[in-house]
């Protein structure tokens, strides 16, 4: 694979992500095909006993061999790297071989994944619980933050459509999160999304931050979005967490003359196989463990930059579901997430009716049909209960 972005041009920016294009919106179609598929047998591994690495690299090893089948030129594969983060982590826990870490009971379980076809981005997130009893529904703080990221989700990728503004957007999450006795988690955004760019302009912000604002804008035809919805039990605000960095992404801006030979081939290796996305650990010390030195190398010059794992408090859980979503002159179109994606089964003492916003969940949803050549897809359950 060839690292495009480096020579990418910028009169051809526009060009590129232009979704009257129909080759583009099939590109988005490709890559949600194996996004979709990915979350679904990723999903099916989720239990109770399961070593949290092994399942990652199921995610992983399906979008690599899937996408190098489809399409004979062009960068192909992961977008982001197959992460389950566990109760209070937030997102980026994407363990390396030696982390024993195994699911247990209880475990409210966030999987965030993303592959991408010639650089066209597809993005989803699930959240599912470890239920040790699957006959009777989990309750209390841990139901109401998945019902409140689920409701959240489904009713901020009703409004987003032409004409409709950030603002409007950001004030439903907040009053869905709040009619669950819930908080969105502050410094978690949803983006626009352009080839190449898993952030790529307009930023949708789960919280508004008076320190840190962001520029309002209003939602326009032609536009794709990775949509990312994040719920806490705890304070909602995100903290560092002891767990060490292994996912990384390099800074194509930054050419510095490395001088460890374990360095140069770290970034030799990198840019052929994951290009300008972020990448697992793992995947490369699988090739050459000597590589960890190079990373630190790479990480100290800029070269490549952590995506550092964080959480909210102790104790907390924290629930997160993420769809992508193609703004088109025909319609707003829901590209990943959807049938095949079982709820789990829950049930809070709250509902979204008291947010003022449920009429919105009657508004019908135009979902894409995907499917990877030569599969078949299973219909999830819906067992979201809030009766």
Known sequence: MSTAMEIYQNERFDADNQLSDSNVVNKYHSAAAIANEAMRRVLEQVQIGRRVIDICKLGDDYILSTASKMFKKGERGIARPTCLSINNVVRNYCPCDDDQTVLVAGDVVKIELGAHIDGYIATLAHTTVMNPNPQQPITGP????????????????????????????????????????CRP??????????RYLLEGGNELPNVLDPSNPTEPFTFQSSEAYSLNIFVSTGTGQLQPSPLRPTIFQRDVTINYPLKLKSARQLLQTVSHTFGVFPFP?????????????????????????????????????VAHFGVTVLVLASGTMVMTGGEGLSLPYV?????????????????????????????TTASGDVNMDLS
Do not use: W
Request: hydrophobic fraction near 40%.
């Open 281 to 317: 650990l793992r995947a490369a010390l699988e090739v050459d463990p000597k590589f960890r030195i190079g990373l630190n190398e790479c990480v100290g010059h800029g070269v490549m930059v952590p995506r550092d794992v964080m959480g909210d408090v102790e104790g907390s859980k």
């Open 347 to 375: 049930h809070s003492e709250f509902g979204v009716e008291t947010s003022g916003l449920a009429g919105l969940l009657n508004n019908a949803v135009r979902t894409a049909k995907t499917k990877v050549p030569g599969e």
């Open 185 to 194: 988690v502050d410094g978690t955004s949803s983006f626009v999304i352009k």
């Open 142 to 181: 841990t139901a109401d933050a998945i019902c409140a990221a689920y409701y959240a989700s489904q009713i901020a990728l009703r409004l987003i459509k032409p004409g409709t503004s950030s603002s409007e957007v950001i004030d439903a999450i907040s009053r869905v999160t709040a009619a669950f006795n």
